[in-house]
């Protein structure tokens, strides 16, 4: 056995394997099964972030106020869009029915526990997409860190149904890994028909060539808004009045919160015509790293994350607006792929992109609610960069990782590295 290959190899029991070959002693050290006190002190975190979104918010999560104040004007027989702040398909109101027919108080402690809980899931099942176990270091710091980092906390704060696809995307991916495509389709449907967020991922289906995936994932959210609609008064307020309100980018309270490309740049003085030029070009360049991506063909878990994370961070460079939560979709898969050497977080201005958004880090001029998104952008930026360049850059197959061994057995997939 090479030195490469025993370092990949190392590792404690019950996470051994997926070191890469540089830094291959901390990488075993992570995989190996955590300690009850490490599991305690997150799950302590966890409670602190819900203790004090219940104590200190007065709503049932600001965003998710707009929904459930929906699915109630459908119990009274009203119009639902008739609150231009309700931007969803109209299948979320039924989603939503269950919430409004709970009081205010249950829902200032149902709506952050959910939030909480589905971003766990969403790192957990992220995970396991490199067959990393749930009981490792590596999974129980993510959690802890989980608390310190800004858009964590704020969407947990604001209820925004993005929390849904959090836990979603990794879903998705893992099932594809697992050929389980329809399933996979299915999965991102049901996200669709809650909030429209991963339609960028329909993509991922067609570079894959799944067509009976893609119409599965594109009836379910049809299916349930024509649903919804036939027992909905005024449901064409949704094109005239929700559509243009989206288009436009919304109104002056979000403007100050968008981080995506074009509006940063009117910020900085770009004509506006310019400035969202600027973006579709970074938005059409970022889904061709994406086709890149999959087009090198080696299988595995890493095609799957890095063509998906890069659809979506695509998308986030030219919607309309892009909030700091948006990256939260794609940071558990994007995370848990440090796992296997040539992964993007591999790369430390990943990591260095980050830092801005650690709770109570102060950067002046930049903490104001108005000044903020410039904070955000370059997150988003860095991330996007980071993604694409890991896409397209030429990579020298190194080694063959083990991955941690699970029930499946060993899972001896070739790893491509970018350093």
Excluded at 50 to 63: I, K, L, N, Q, Y
């Amino acid at each position: 056995m090479s030195a490469d290959e025993a370092g990949i190899a190392g590792g404690e029991e019950g996470g051994r394997g997926a070191a890469g070959t540089a830094g291959a002693p901390v990488a075993g050290w992570l995989l190996g099964r955590a300690s009850w006190p490490l599991w305690g002190v997150a799950a302590v975190l966890m409670s602190a972030v819900v203790f004090a979104v219940h104590r200190h918010s007065p709503t049932v999560g600001m965003d998710n106020d707009f929904v459930v104040k929906a699915a109630r004007a459908l119990l009274r027989g009203d119009a639902p869009y008739a609150d231009k702040r309700f931007l969803y398909l109209p299948s979320a109101v039924l989603a939503a029915v269950p919430e409004a027919l709970l009081s205010a108080g249950k829902l200032r402690l149902l709506v952050p526990v959910a939030g909480v809980g589905l971003v766990v899931l969403g790192w957990l099942v992220s995970l396991r997409i490199f067959r990393v176990s749930v009981r490792s270091r590596l999974a129980a710091l993510g959690v802890a860190a989980l608390a310190f980092f800004e858009p964590f906390r704020n969407v947990v704060n604001i209820g925004n149904w993005t929390l849904a696809s959090v836990a979603a995307l990794p879903l998705v991916l893992l099932l594809a890994l697992r050929s389980r495509w329809v399933a996979a389709g299915a999965v991102l449907g049901l996200a669709l028909a809650l909030k429209p967020l991963l339609a960028p991922l329909l993509l991922l289906l067609v570079l894959a060539r799944r067509w009976r995936a893609l119409a599965v994932a594109v009836a379910l959210p049809a299916v349930t808004s024509v649903l919804a609609v036939l027992v909905m008064p005024r449901p064409g307020m949704f094109f005239t009045r929700t559509l243009p309100f989206l288009l436009h980018g919304q109104d002056s309270f979000a403007r100050p919160f968008d981080a995506s490309l074009g509006m940063i740049l009117t910020r900085f003085g770009v004509p506006e015509t310019a400035a969202y030029g600027v973006a579709a070009v970074a938005a059409v360049a970022g889904t061709c790293c994406a086709w890149v991506r999959w087009r090198r063909g080696d299988e595995g878990p890493l095609r799957l994350v890095e063509t998906a994370a890069m659809l979506m961070l695509a998308a986030f460079l030219v919607s309309r607006p892009s909030f700091d939560h948006y990256l939260l979709v794609v940071l558990p898969p994007l995370a848990a792929s440090v796992a296997l050497p040539g992964s993007v977080p591999r790369t430390v201005w990943f990591w260095v992109a980050l830092v801005p958004q650690v709770t109570g880090l102060v950067w002046p001029h930049l903490e104001g609610l108005h000044r903020r998104a410039f904070k955000d952008a370059v997150m988003l930026w860095t991330v996007a960069a980071v993604t694409a360049w890991v896409c397209v850059r030429p990579r020298v197959l190194r080694a063959v990782a083990v991955l941690p061994v699970g029930p499946e057995g060993a899972d001896r997939t070739p790893v491509r590295d970018v350093f």
